[in-house]
């Protein structure tokens, strides 16, 4: 009996590391075609490499989602080299915290840039594929951010926010070509999120948090086995979830 899985083409951008890489491996045990997007290549050969010596079938593809070119040329690899495109898991991001105070306003252009124009570029180069084939699914990647605001999260709030509100948006318009919709959206999973916060207080503060509540990257490839294993004719529009620790 098919797993739902076995076969499809998955695009998944952000797959050099944490959800992205943990679910690239998880889906290929479960006989999915890959196409992997980020910009840290080696990363993505390395993991390549290690899915095709177990039987898996993944490519590599060079992406920076802020760049709209890039992401349009990682979907158009997959049509092409497998001549369609099932699933893409819009799932790069960044999270940079830091009172708004603090006026880093390089870092809100970088959240919004990855993470609102990057889910829309994904988006965008998409769906012209996906309603020629009448069928596909999108999953964007929200967060526990993206329900509630957290001091100094402002900005990574609102562009999570955004993302739900973005996917729900689509969901209500791509009935006719059958398309499916999902945002998942996580508490504290253990990966290099918190790596890239350059305000010293708050990033320590963060990690001792994750350090404290997080739970493994498998429980949100988990998640995506579930959205992606229902039958065609029914959408999980949304699972937010917390480590059972997490308030
Ligand atoms: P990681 O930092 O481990 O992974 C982030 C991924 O995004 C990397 O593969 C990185 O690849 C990619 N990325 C960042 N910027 C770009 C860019 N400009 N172009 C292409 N890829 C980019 O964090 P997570 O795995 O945790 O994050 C994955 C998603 O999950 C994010 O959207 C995050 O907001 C969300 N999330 C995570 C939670 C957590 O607690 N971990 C909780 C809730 C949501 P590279 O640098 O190689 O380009």
Request: aromatic share 4%.
């Amino acid at each position: 009996m098919s797993n739902g899985i076995s076969g499809k083409v998955i695009v998944i951008t952000g797959a050099s590391s944490g959800l992205g890489e943990c679910t690239a491996r998880h889906l290929s045990a479960l006989g999915a075609i890959l196409i992997l997007g980020a910009r840290r290549t080696e990363r993505l050969q390395t993991l390549v490499t290690e899915l095709e010596k177990q039987g898996g079938k993944a490519i590599a593809v060079a992406t920076d989602v802020t760049r709209k070119e890039q992401v349009e040329a990682l979907i158009k690899t997959a049509v092409e080299k497998f001549g369609r495109v099932d699933v893409l898991l819009n799932n790069a991001g960044l999270m940079q915290q830091s009172r708004l105070d603090s006026l880093k306003t390089d870092e809100w252009d970088n959240m919004i840039d990855v993470n609102l124009k990057g889910t829309l570029y994904g988006i965008a180069a998409v769906l012209p594929y996906m309603q020629a084939q009448k069928s596909g699914h999108i999953i964007n990647v929200s967060s526990v951010a993206g329900h509630k605001v957290t001091p100094a999260g402002s900005v990574y709030c609102a562009t999570k926010h955004a993302v739900r509100a973005i996917s729900e948006g689509l969901r209500s318009e791509v009935k006719e070509w059958n398309l499916r919709t999902t945002i998942i959206s996580p508490g504290a999973v253990a990966t290099e999120l918190t790596d890239h916060i350059t305000e010293k207080e708050i990033g320590q503060g963060m990690r001792d948090f994750y350090k404290q509540h997080a739970v493994g990257p498998d429980s949100f490839a988990r998640i995506v086995e579930f959205a992606l294993s229902q039958p065609a004719e029914v959408d999980i529009n949304e699972i937010l979830y917390r480590p059972t620790s997490q308030e």
